[in-house]
């Protein structure tokens, strides 16, 4: 079965909405667990405008199942993650001004960076996923820098108007997959992935894990965060 992750960062976005205690991303986490979850995925973002500090110490105590790190490849999350060992860090680039990720980490460009950056995650145990476009030169730069797995960006699959498009980019994804196979790399994929049009997704080659977090919170809104997260695992069997 596809490992599912799910990213409780939203949880924290209300919350942060009023500045209060409530929801709490913790108990979010507990749930996503027992309702079968392989994975808690946060971001923690230099502006903190969600997940805090005080929430990935927390789940570094709580947290059963994988703990998977999202962070820019600044020194400040470098000593972070070092210090907090998630099971995962996954380098992503991040804008301030930018609602969410807007698209891959650009690796082929920023080699000996992002391979410091991978090496000081490994010589701290912690294993290293590349947020990155289908793309082929992409893909081979983070073979280069010595990451261990690539999270293929789904947002622009996500966000195709037609049929026709999706099917182009499902393509790309499709053969995206195929070479980070190749090479050795774990498959993973993730943004803007739903209930809707999580399926085809799964033609991936050796598709390992999926990122989803803001469709299972929005549909938690109306079902409970219990029954979205049970239902997109059914999808990913």
Do not use: W
């Not at 789940?59 to 972070?80: F, G, Q, V």
């Not at 476009?133 to 037609?162: P, W």
Request: hydrophobic letters at 40%.
């Amino acid at each position: 079965m596809i490992h599912l992750g799910v990213n409780i960062d939203h949880v924290a976005t209300v919350r942060q909405a009023r500045r209060d205690v409530e929801p709490d991303p913790i108990e979010a986490a507990v749930i996503c667990e027992l309702a079968g979850a392989h994975g808690i995925t946060v971001h923690l973002r230099g502006d903190r405008r969600h997940i805090q500090d005080r929430d990935l110490h927390l789940l570094r105590s709580i947290a059963t199942s994988k703990l998977n790190l999202e962070m820019a490849a600044t020194e400040e999350m470098i000593a972070i993650a070092l210090e907090v060992k998630p099971e995962q860090v996954t380098l992503v680039p991040e804008k301030r001004e930018e609602l969410t990720t807007e698209g891959g980490l650009d690796v082929a460009s920023n080699v000996e960076q992002l391979g410091d950056a991978v090496a000081r995650m490994k010589e701290g145990g912690i294993p290293v996923s590349m947020f990155v476009e289908a793309d082929h030169d992409q893909i081979s730069a983070c073979k280069r820098v010595g990451a261990d797995a690539v999270e293929l960006h789904t947002g622009t699959y996500a966000n195709a108007r037609t049929e026709d498009g999706r099917t182009t980019e499902l393509e790309t994804l499709i053969q995206g997959g195929r070479q980070a196979a190749a090479l050795g790399l774990r498959v993973h994929a993730g943004h803007g992935l739903t209930y809707r049009n999580i399926t085809p997704i799964k033609q991936i080659p050796k598709l390992h894990e999926v990122n989803i977090g803001h469709n299972i919170v929005a549909r938690a809104v109306l079902v409970g965060l219990d029954r979205a997260v049970r239902e997109m695992l059914e999808l990913l069997k």
